[in-house]
C-alpha cells in the first residue's frame, strides 16, 4: 500500500532522501484523491509544520539553448557531492509534441552516478506553460528543500519567458556562453534583471570569453545590479567552479531568507490561481493586486498550496 501525503512529508521533514521520489510522483499526479494528499504533504514540510525555513538552498539555472547548463551543472555537481552536500535536481525539459512528456534531453548530458543515494535528479515536462517551468516545479521544489541541502531547478532555456525561474529560486543563475551577440540579445529580452549570479562559460576559448565577461559586467553596472559575473570552464581539469561556489553561498548568505521565500509562495500561489481560473478569476478577488493584498492576510508559514485553496475559497 502507498504512504499517503502526510507520511511522507513527514519522512521528508526528517530528511528522509528515499521519501523523494514518491512525494514527486504525488506532487505531479492530477488525480483528485492525489492533488488532496499532495496539500496534506506540502503542509507537513512548510515553515509553520518545520519551525523555520526548509533548509536547501534553491538554485535557478536557466540561458539559453547550448550555453553549457548541463555540463556546467555536471560540475557542480560533482562539486556539491565532494563536500557531502546532498542535491535534488529538477530538469525542466520541453514537451514531447506527440506524448506530452518529458524529452529527457538535459537529464541525459549531466554526468552523475545513478548509485549515489545522496543525488536525485527528475526530469518533467514543461508542456504547454510558459516561464520556463513545468506545473509541479513550484510545488517539487517546496517539498525536496526540506530534505536535501541543495534544490536546483534548471529550466528549458527558451529566453525571455525564463522570468518565472526568478519567484521560485532563493539564488538565480543565468548562463551564457561567449559571443559577441549575448550582451544586446539579453538587454533586449529583459533578462539582465533575473541573475543573481551571471555564468560565461567555456573561459578556456580565452579573449572571447574573457571579453563576454567584461562585456556583461560593464552592462550590469549600467544597470545598477549588483550582480556578480563569474567565468567558468567545465572541461576537466573545471576552472572557475570554486569561485562560483563561493558566490552562491555569498548570496545566499546575503538573503533575507524568509522575506523571499515568503514571496515566493505568495506570488507562486498568484501565478497558479491565475493558470487555473484565469483573469476572470482574478478580476472576481478585485485583480492582481487585490489577490496580493488577500495572500498577506494569511498565516506566513503558509505553504503555496494552503494559500491557493483560500484564494480558491473566496470564490466560492
Do not use: C
Amino acid at each position: 500500500m502507498s504512504e499517503d501525503g502526510a507520511a511522507l512529508g513527514a519522512r521528508l521533514r526528517e530528511r528522509d532522501l528515499a521519501a523523494a521520489p514518491a512525494a514527486l510522483n504525488l506532487l505531479e499526479s492530477r488525480a483528485p484523491g492525489d492533488v488532496r494528499e499532495a496539500a496534506e504533504l506540502l503542509a507537513q514540510v512548510s515553515p509553520a509544520s518545520l519551525g523555520r525555513e526548509a533548509p536547501a538552498h534553491v538554485i535557478g539555472v536557466t540561458g539559453p539553448p547550448g550555453a553549457g547548463k548541463s555540463t556546467l551543472l555536471s560540475a557542480l555537481l560533482h562539486a556539491w557531492r565532494e563536500q557531502q552536500r546532498t542535491v535534488a535536481l529538477l530538469a525542466v525539459d520541453p514537451s514531447s509534441r506527440r506524448s506530452g512528456g518529458s524529452l529527457l534531453g538535459d537529464r541525459a548530458r549531466i554526468e552523475f552516478d545513478p548509485a549515489d543515494r545522496g543525488v536525485l535528479i527528475r526530469s518533467t515536462a514543461a508542456g504547454e506553460r510558459l516561464g520556463g517551468l513545468a506545473r509541479a516545479t513550484r510545488s517539487a521544489a517546496e517539498a525536496l528543500a526540506a530534505a536535501f541541502d541543495v534544490v536546483v531547478i534548471e529550466t528549458v532555456g527558451v529566453g525571455q519567458a525564463e522570468t518565472e525561474i526568478a519567484e521560485v529560486a532563493d539564488t538565480v543563475v543565468v548562463v551564457v556562453q561567449p559571443g559577441a551577440g549575448d550582451v544586446l540579445q539579453f538587454l533586449k529580452a529583459g533578462i539582465m534583471e533575473i541573475p543573481d549570479v551571471l555564468v560565461v562559460t567555456k573561459a578556456d576559448l580565452g579573449e572571447i570569453a574573457t571579453r563576454t565577461r567584461r562585456d556583461l559586467a560593464s552592462a550590469l553596472r549600467s544597470l545598477g545590479a549588483g550582480t556578480s559575473v563569474v567565468s567558468v570552464s567545465s572541461l576537466p581539469p573545471p576552472e572557475g567552479i570554486e569561485e562560483l561556489l563561493s558566490q552562491l553561498r555569498a548570496h545566499r548568505e546575503g538573503l533575507d531568507l524568509a522575506e523571499r521565500r515568503l514571496r515566493s509562495r505568495r506570488e507562486g500561489a498568484l501565478t497558479e490561481f491565475a493558470t487555473q481560473y484565469g483573469e476572470q478569476g482574478l478580476r472576481s478577488l478585485g485583480g492582481r493586486e487585490a489577490t496580493l493584498a488577500l495572500l498577506a492576510q494569511e498565516p506566513p508559514g503558509a505553504d503555496s498550496a494552503s494559500l491557493l485553496a483560500a484564494l480558491a475559497d473566496r470564490l466560492a
